[in-house]
C-alpha cells in the first residue's frame, strides 16, 4: 500500500486518513427500524443521508457482531456473524454500499483482547486442559495456588481472575466475567485475528478501532506487583498497558494486513506517556496510524474536583506540542464510554446548552488530528443523569455499584460521579424528532429517551439556520476546504487566561484564528493577531464585536477568523 511506504516521516505528511471526520454511531442506540426497541443495521441505512448531510467522511460503528451482549457488543462469539438484534450480512453489505455511494468511508471496531465466553474457541478451550484451544487464552492451574492480583474493570470484586470448575483452573478476564482474555502470546490466536481482519478488510471496510488494545501483550507468568498496584483499577493502564511484545504483534499486523489495503488502525488506548503513544504511529514503525489517548478523557473526571480550563488547554498543547513533526493523534471529547459533550466540557443549561456545543464543536473541528465526533453530539445533547441504580443498564455500573457497596465506599460520592460521568449517559437514543420515543423506535427503548428531546431533536434543528446542527455543518466544510485545519502547525495564544482558548493554526501561506470563551462573563481581550486575521468564517452567535486588536466575546461565544 502505497500510504505507509513514503520514506519521509515527518507528520504533515498528507494522507487521506488524516483528513476524514468521523462520527460514532452506537448502533443500539440510533435508528431502530422494527419497533423492537434497538437500534439496528437498517435504522441506519435509513438515516444515510442525514450522515452525509453532517459532512462527515467516515463512520466508526461499534461492535455489531453475534454477541451474548454482556457488554452490549464488546463481548463477541463469532467475529464472522452480524448479531441478529442488529440485522445480518446483507443488511451489513448494503450498508457499507451505501456509505461507500456516498463517498463515506467505513471504521470496524475490532475486539481482540478478548472474546465472549459464549465464543466457540473458549467454549472448546474451557472444556479440558489439553483441548487444542486450551492456549487460545490464559489459564492458570489451582494446584499451583491462587494467581497473583489482577484488576478487572467490570468485576464485581475488581478480581481478573475467575476460577472454572470444569478444570479446577483461573482464567484471566481484564474486563467482564464473560470476556476472557485472548492469549496474544499463542501465534494461533494471532493468526486467527489477521484471518477475521483480511475477511472484513476484503468486504471493503477503510479502517479498523482496535478495542482494548494496549492490553493484549502479557507477562504470563503473572508476577506479583508493586504494593502501589492494589491501590485500586487506575493502575491497570500503567501496569497492563503497553505489555512486553505489544510491538513486535503490531509490526507483524502491519506486515500480514494493514499493509495489503488502503486501510488505518487507530488503537484504544495509547499507554501513559507522549512516548507510548508515538511509539504506536510513529511513520517509521509501521504499527498504526492513529492514536486515541485517554488523558483528555480522564481529565477532571472527578464531580468534588472538576477541571479548569488553564488544564485543559495546557493538556491539549502539550499532545500537539508532542506530535507536531511525527505521529497522527485523534481528537475526541466524548465516545460511549464517556459523559455527553456538553455535559462534561460545556454548560448543559438551558441557556448555554446550545451556544457551548458550538462551542465545543468549533475546538473539535479546529485543532490538529483526526476529529472523532460522537452521535447525537451535533445537536447537544445531555447527560440522562439516572438517579437511582436500577435505572442504569451498563455493566460498569452495575457491577461498579456492587464492588463499591462490597468495600464500603461512600455510596453518595460513588451515585454522583455515576449520575455525571456513567457511560449510560452517551447511550441514551439519537434524538430525531419530539413523538413520544424520539422518533428513535415505534416500541418500547431498550435505555429511555432523555426528557428533552421535545427540544432537542434533528427535526427542529434542520430548519434553524443558527441551530447546533447547522453550526456543525459549517465547521464539517470549513474543514473539508481548508487543508490548514487538518496540518497547519498550532500555536496557542493567552496560554495564562483562565477563560479563553485562544489559537491559530498555519500552513504554508494560510492561516486561521480560533478564539473561544469557555465561560459564561463576557472577556474584552487585546490580541495582535486579529490585525492579520479580518473576515469572520465561523462564528456561533449573531455578532462579533472587533475594534482593530481587540476583541468582545460573549458567553460561551467562539469564532474562527481567516
Ligand atoms: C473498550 C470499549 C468499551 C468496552 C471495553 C471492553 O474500552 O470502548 O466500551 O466496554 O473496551 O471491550
Ligand atoms: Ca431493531
Not at 478495542?211 to 504470563?220: C, N
Not at 504494593?227 to 501496569?239: L, T
Not at 474536583?305 to 497522527?328: I, M, V
Request: proline share 4%; hydrophobic share 35%; glycine share 6%.
Amino acid at each position: 500500500m502505497q500510504v505507509m511506504s513514503d520514506a519521509a516521516s515527518q507528520g504533515h505528511i498528507q494522507k487521506w486518513w488524516k483528513e476524514q471526520i468521523v462520527y460514532q454511531i452506537y448502533p443500539r442506540s440510533f435508528k431502530d427500524s422494527n419497533g423492537d426497541g434497538v437500534g439496528d443495521l437498517s435504522g441506519i441505512i435509513d438515516k444515510l443521508d442525514y450522515i452525509k448531510s453532517l459532512g462527515v467522511t467516515s463512520v466508526w460503528i461499534n461492535p455489531i457482531y453475534a454477541s451474548p451482549n454482556d457488554d452490549n457488543g464488546y463481548d463477541i462469539s463469532d467475529y464472522r456473524a452480524i448479531m441478529p438484534e442488529f440485522g445480518t450480512m446483507a443488511d451489513f453489505d448494503e450498508l457499507l454500499e451505501g456509505l461507500h455511494a456516498r463517498g463515506i468511508k467505513f471504521i470496524m471496531d475490532l475486539v481482540v483482547n478478548h472474546s465472549s465466553d459464549e465464543h466457540e474457541w473458549f467454549k472448546q478451550s474451557r472444556s479440558s486442559r489439553d483441548n487444542p484451544y486450551r492456549d487460545y487464552y490464559h489459564w492458570w492451574p489451582a494446584e499451583k495456588g491462587k494467581p497473583n492480583w489482577r484488576w478487572s474493570y467490570f468485576d464485581e470484586r475488581g478480581d481478573a481472575w475467575k476460577y472454572d470448575e470444569q478444570t479446577d483452573s483461573y482464567y484471566l478476564h481484564y474486563f467482564a466475567v464473560k470476556q476472557p482474555d485472548l492469549n496474544w502470546e499463542n501465534p494461533k490466536v494471532r493468526q486467527e485475528v489477521y484471518d477475521i481482519m483480511h475477511f472484513w478488510a476484503q468486504k471493503g471496510v477503510d479502517g479498523f478501532r482496535l478495542d482494548a488494545f494496549q492490553f493484549v501483550s502479557k507477562d504470563t507468568d503473572f508476577p506479583q506487583l508493586p504494593e502501589e498496584y492494589m491501590e485500586g483499577k487506575q493502575q491497570i493502564i500503567k501496569y497492563h498497558g503497553m505489555g512486553p511484545n505489544i510491538h513486535p504483534y503490531l509490526r507483524e499486523m502491519y506486515d500480514e494486513v494493514l499493509s495489503k489495503y488502503d486501510v488505518f488502525a487507530v488503537s484504544e488506548g495509547a499507554g501513559s506517556t507522549f512516548q507510548d503513544a508515538h511509539d504506536l504511529v510513529d511513520t517509521h514503525r509501521n504499527e498504526l496510524q492513529i492514536a486515541y489517548h485517554f488523558e483528555g478523557a480522564e481529565l477532571g473526571k472527578n464531580v468534588d474536583n472538576p477541571h479548569t480550563l488553564l488544564e485543559f488547554k495546557q493538556l491539549y498543547s502539550a499532545w500537539d506540542e508532542s506530535f507536531s513533526s511525527d505521529g497522527w493523534l485523534s481528537i475526541f471529547l466524548a465516545n460511549h464510554d464517556m459523559s455527553r459533550m456538553v455535559s462534561r466540557w460545556g454548560n448543559d443549561s438551558e441557556e448555554y446548552r446550545e451556544v457551548s456545543t458550538k462551542l465545543l464543536n468549533t475546538f473539535l473541528l479546529t485543532m490538529r488530528g483526526t476529529p472523532f465526533t460522537y452521535f447525537g453530539d451535533e445537536l447537544g445533547m445531555t447527560n440522562i443523569r439516572f438517579q437511582t441504580i436500577e435505572e442504569y443498564k451498563d455493566i460498569d455500573a452495575i457491577n461498579g455499584y456492587k464492588k463499591a457497596q462490597a468495600d464500603g465506599a461512600d455510596m453518595d460520592t460513588f451515585m454522583r460521579n455515576l449520575i455525571e460521568y456513567s457511560r449510560d449517559n452517551s447511550r441514551t437514543p439519537m434524538q430525531w424528532d419530539a413523538s413520544p420515543q424520539a422518533g428513535f423506535t415505534t416500541g418500547e427503548p431498550w435505555i429511555n429517551v432523555h426528557a428533552n428531546h421535545s427540544v432537542i431533536n434533528v427535526e427542529a434543528q434542520e430548519t434553524d439556520p443558527h441551530s447546533p446542527l447547522n453550526h456543525f455543518r459549517e465547521l464539517t466544510a470549513l474543514r473539508q476546504q481548508h487543508k490548514v485545519l487538518v496540518y497547519g502547525d498550532y500555536d496557542l495564544l493567552l496560554p495564562e487566561h483562565e477563560d479563553i482558548y485562544a489559537y491559530t493554526r498555519y500552513l504554508d501561506d494560510e492561516s486561521m484564528l480560533v478564539l473561544m470563551n469557555f465561560s459564561a462573563i463576557t472577556h474584552t481581550v487585546h490580541i495582535p493577531q486579529l490585525q492579520a486575521h479580518t473576515k469572520v468564517l465561523v462564528n456561533n452567535t449573531t455578532e462579533c464585536v472587533i475594534e482593530g486588536d481587540v476583541i468582545t466575546l460573549t458567553p460561551y461565544q467562539a469564532v474562527v477568523l481567516g
